[in-house]
């Protein structure tokens, strides 16, 4: 994948000084973003940030630094991640425009979760939980499928199971294939952990890519890790492949 680190110059320079060129900064930030390139999607969301503040629009400026910690999560530098998204809550609040809040409080607590504070990550997610009905499905749907995480690496499966599924129904109804994906993926992990290989294998290959880096990334390390558990070496071999 080749990376774009000019993009944000490129679109400046043939846009102008707009406000019309930042939002498409930052539309550009959002597309590498998914893409799986941080290195091209940063100085386009710093960009349109920096043009935002200047013209007085916090609510944008809020959004871009929301976004910068999506960047950093995906980029694996948590501490950045947090600090962007509790900047982003901060200037939220300051600015009235709490729309966005349950979206920046959400990303802080997967940031949370990746970090492996799980304990702090749930009590987040269960705080998103109680803000319904404010939250949309689709986060209502993020935050279930991030508790049935948490409960399956705290070894309670068949919680985990439920939340997972209820998870997976909610991103179904959403229309988001990638989500859905990423917690069916994790079931797959809960019956592989429970001794069930068969249905492991089974729940990992019926999934299909879905175009966003972070998720197909994710399902195909545990396609991998499945086989490895069978002892299937060429299978893990691809998969890893696959998402190398």
Request: glycine share 8%.
């Amino acid at each position: 994948r080749k990376s774009t680190p000019f993009a944000a110059q490129v679109a400046a320079e043939t846009c102008g000084e707009t406000l019309e060129a930042a939002l498409l900064l930052a539309r550009l930030g959002t597309v590498h973003q998914h893409r799986g390139d941080p290195a091209s999607a940063r100085p386009c969301i710093e960009e349109a940030m920096s043009r935002f503040a200047a013209a007085g629009d916090t609510q944008q400026a809020a959004v871009c630094l929301l976004n910068l910690g999506l960047v950093a999560q995906d980029d694996g530098d948590l501490v950045a991640s947090l600090a962007s998204f509790d900047a982003a809550i901060a200037l939220l609040i300051a600015s009235g425009a709490t729309l966005r809040l349950p979206a920046a409080r959400s990303g802080r607590a997967g940031t949370l979760l990746l970090s492996g504070s799980l304990a702090e990550a749930a009590r987040a997610f269960e705080d998103l939980l109680a803000q319904a009905p404010e939250v949309s499905a689709s986060l209502r749907g993020f935050a279930l499928g991030n508790l049935g995480v948490v409960a399956r690496l705290q070894g309670r499966p068949i919680e985990a199971e439920g939340l997972l599924e209820q998870a997976v129904a909610a991103h179904a109804s959403a229309g988001r294939p990638s989500l859905v994906a990423q917690w069916q993926s994790s079931q797959a992990l809960l019956a592989l952990e429970a001794g069930d290989g068969a249905t492991a294998r089974r729940r990992i290959e019926r999934l299909r890519p879905t175009g966003q880096a972070s998720v197909d990334a994710e399902v195909q390390v545990c396609a991998a890790r499945i086989a490895l558990a069978q002892g299937d070496l060429g299978a893990a071999a691809t998969a890893l492949d696959a998402e190398l």
